[in-house]
């Protein structure tokens, strides 16, 4: 009996796997945090982008009104716009 009380007082690996779940949430907290933070200038880069390739494709005319869609918009503001032409 005190052998086994032994056994079990020195096995570690249950906090070992609670170890790693507080790892893991801490993790995904922080990339949701970094998300937020960062999701609404990635959109308008890639916005930016998406306008400047229509700009590319599209002729002259059509340029211009890309190149004013893009201003303060999201990418999906821009994919909504690209749409409506």
Partial sequence: MISTLNRFWKDESGPELVEWAVVTIILLVAAVVLYVA??????????????????????DSQADINRGMCNGSTYKDCETKQGEK
Avoid at 38 to 59: E, F, M, P, T
């Fill in 38 to 59: 960062v999701g609404k200038a990635l959109g308008s880069v890639l916005c930016s982008i998406y306008c400047w390739i229509a700009s590319v494709r599209d002729s």
